[in-house]
């Protein structure tokens, strides 16, 4: 009984992980922009985007390139490649629960 219950618990504590970090990935990424870049659909997100910001951002041609990240939804329509964010959410939990269960064999054998 006690077994199976830390495994709930580390399923919920692997499931919180992985949302949150793939969750918060967009804002740190950054993307170069050059003067062939599509800045209307402008995506972010590690290893795949997980999501587009349709900017209307027009920097001057003496501008090229420089980095662009995560701009304020507010002034640039956000959306959510649900597909993508789906992947990297199942697949984060997926490894937060083998490291997690590794830790905890590895704890319970030392002991």
Excluded: C
Excluded at 64 to 70: C, I, K, Q, S, T
Excluded at 86 to 111: C, D, E, N, Q
């Amino acid at each position: 009984m006690k077994n199976k219950v830390l495994r709930h618990k580390l399923l919920i504590v692997s499931i919180f992980i992985g949302w949150i970090g793939v969750t918060i990935n967009p804002l740190f990424d950054s993307v170069t922009v050059t003067s062939d870049y599509d800045l209307t659909n402008h995506r972010l997100g590690l290893p795949l985007p997980v999501i587009e910001q349709h900017t209307s951002l027009t920097p001057l041609e003496d501008a090229y390139p420089f980095e662009l990240g995560f701009v304020s939804p507010l002034e640039h329509p956000t959306t959510l490649i649900a597909g993508n964010y789906l992947i990297l959410v199942v697949t984060a939990v997926f490894a937060v629960y083998l490291i997690l269960f590794g830790i905890v064999s590895l704890y319970k054998r030392i002991r």
